[in-house]
């Protein structure tokens, strides 16, 4: 499964848009985008995933550049509850094993 | 169940003391995966499960540690002999089969401490 890149850590004030970036230019024909996010404590959420196409569901919007080398999970209104490490994850859907290959993702922090 | 559950939430065990972690998938879900995160990392893959197919094994680091699901719903983790490095959070997640469609619903996770 291919390698993602995230910042390791992203400020946003409330309110606004937080736009977190995820490059994965090593991404083959196959293999989905996927975004969860993990709040202290918890375990990981599930957010959003795509193939080539922009999605958009309750929680956000995932861009993905026409190449597939990079993409955008995009939260419109961040609140403080928000604040977490958000994962960007690559991972091919043919066989039986769809086990993710987590890095260290993204820290965001929503301040008031 | 609504959620995927974990039992217990916390453990504390002394160096080489056995250790059993459970967790409850959601009930039809025919995915269950074991991953575990140490301090400040990303999740560890462990082990993966799926319906009557043999799991794939590939990410235990060592033969201390073993799985199983019974009945395909309630799955155990088991550490043998434990050591200090074994520390960490220990999460489940399961999924429906079939395509790409799904994500994971992960379970709050049991927290390993091996004094």
């Known amino acids: 499964d291919a390698k993602t890149t995230q910042p390791p850590s992203m400020d946003c004030a409330e309110g606004r848009a937080a736009n977190l970036p995820c490059n994965h230019s090593?991404?083959?024909?196959?293999?989905?985008v996927y975004w969860y996010r993990q709040i202290h404590s918890q375990g990981p959420q599930y957010i959003i995933h795509?193939?080539?196409?922009?999605e958009t569901n309750e929680m956000a919007s995932l861009i993905i550049t026409e190449d597939r080398k990079s993409s955008t999970l995009i939260l419109p209104h961040a609140t403080l509850r928000d604040t977490a490490v958000y994962y960007c994850?690559?991972?091919?859907?043919?066989?039986?094993?769809?086990?993710?290959?987590w890095g260290l993702g993204t820290s965001l922090a929503v301040n008031p | 169940g609504a959620g995927v559950s974990q039992s217990p939430s916390n453990k504390v065990t002394e160096k080489g003391k056995d250790v059993e972690l459970r967790c409850d998938p959601i009930?039809?879900?025919?995915?269950l995966y074991w991953y575990r995160q140490s301090l400040g990392q990303g999740l560890e893959f462990l082990i993966y499960?799926?319906?009557?197919?043999?799991?794939?094994k590939s990410g235990l680091p060592s033969d201390r540690f073993s799985a199983e699901r019974t009945g395909g719903s309630v799955s155990t983790l088991t550490i043998q002999r434990t050591q200090q490095e074994d520390s960490a959070v220990y999460l489940c997640?399961?999924?429906?089969?079939?395509?790409?469609?799904?994500?994971?619903?992960f379970g709050s996770g049991t927290r390993l401490t091996v004094v």
């Open positions: 997640a399961s999924s429906p089969a079939g395509g790409p469609n799904y994500g994971y619903t």
């Open positions: 009930s039809g879900h025919t995915a």
């Open positions: 499960f799926q319906g009557n197919s043999a799991p794939d």
């Open positions: 090593t991404i083959s024909g196959n293999e989905y």
């Open positions: 795509g193939l080539k196409n922009n």
């Open positions: 994850i690559v991972r091919r859907n043919a066989g039986n094993n769809r086990k993710l290959i």
